[in-house]
């Protein structure tokens, strides 16, 4: 062989090594890539199927609904094409009740509420067909990334089902939730949260539906507003002045008259109210919730403040003072075991001491016995209202703050203001099975 030939061969062999290599790598790479597609979706498949480690439980999203709305876009749902003939079941139909009561819930509220996480599909498709059908309207904020819940609310066709089934009181006009900006509904929906939370806290099945198995009625704004009957017909006069001797035998109105009271609702004959500060007016609590039976039943009435502005508070505080003093006497909740209880809930845990002291500057309604002075006497605005948080709730920690039993200048160190530190835990005082007496400590008579 010549050598020119045998340098010819001998330089191709390295190209030859580099082909040969290259043959070897390529089925190693596509087995590699192979298996890393495989990894991939049986991963992907395992998520899916359970659900539980990508996403949150139901009751977790109900309890953390209406978060982060005030910066969102809107997006309406659309009826996809005519509206669909249903038949409306009875769960429909006290589902748009609550909806018109509360104004707003979202679609982890409706499932939780009407047929728990168990049935999570089905609940999905039938609120879409009470959309499509017309009952309800619906919209959501944009998100950059997958989609969020729906936000519902009734519709005047949703209305006239239920005026139709006289569920509802006909003769009043149909008012729907006002909606104009996305934020606004961060209120209702937060405190849906909150009452869903407590009802699943004090025994209510996120599995069977809440609607059936909380134990407590859930009253909204709507049928929880207390209008205020006027003053009594001895008191127009003298409405707002010190002093006024308690008697509710004493020349009531007919409709004063038929008021059923509690041993808890009636005060001894020498008893004086003394209103000072405090201001008769209506109130339209953000949540009622009416627990117990028969002679044990109680109430709790709850606001809900997203202002974190406590001076915006100080005219509700007023007339608190005032219903809490003889107000309620006059009303449905005077059958009750108690008076009932007031608390008030703020959107952050920062804004929590403000609201305490200011309502500590608020209250300032009293009664006595005799010719007791304010020291002596009995200051129901401070013994029945109780200041929490939003954090605190959702993280199951039910130590309170109320004000001090008496006002500031009647404590010995008046200049200091230091909220007292009380455990009110609410889901065991709304439980059904319960102790008789288990509410007695906190219950007591105003």
Known sequence: MSPLRLKLLTSRVPALLDASRLLWLVPHRMLAAFVAFVTAAAASIAAARSGVSTRRSLAERAALSGQGLSLASVQFGRRDGGS?????????????AQLLDVNYLTTSHLVILGWGDSRLRAAQKRLKVLHDAGYSDRFRPVSKE????????LSRKGWKALVAEEMINGSTRFKQAAFTSISYTEHDLQLSSVILHLAVQAGGSPTEGLIDTMPFTWRGPRSGRISWPGPRRRRIDQEGQDGLEWDPGDDLEPERKQVTRSHAAHLPPDTHSHWTGSRSGYLEPDATLIAGSGEERFAVLIEYDRTDRPHKQIDRLRRYDWWLLEGWRDTEFAAHASSPAVLFITSRERSLRRLVETADDTFSA??????????????????????????????GDWHMEKTPDLPRGLREREKVFTPWPVLYELPAELRLDKPESAHAAHYEAA
């Open 84 to 96: 669909p003939t249903i038949c409306i079941t009875e769960r429909d139909l006290r589902l748009m």
């Open 146 to 153: 997958g989609s969020a819940e729906w936000i519902y609310r």
């Open 366 to 395: 009293w009664y006595s016995h005799g010719y007791a002075g304010a020291r002596e006497g009995t200051h129901p605005a401070r013994k029945r209202t109780f200041f929490t948080s939003r954090e605190r709730i959702l993280e």
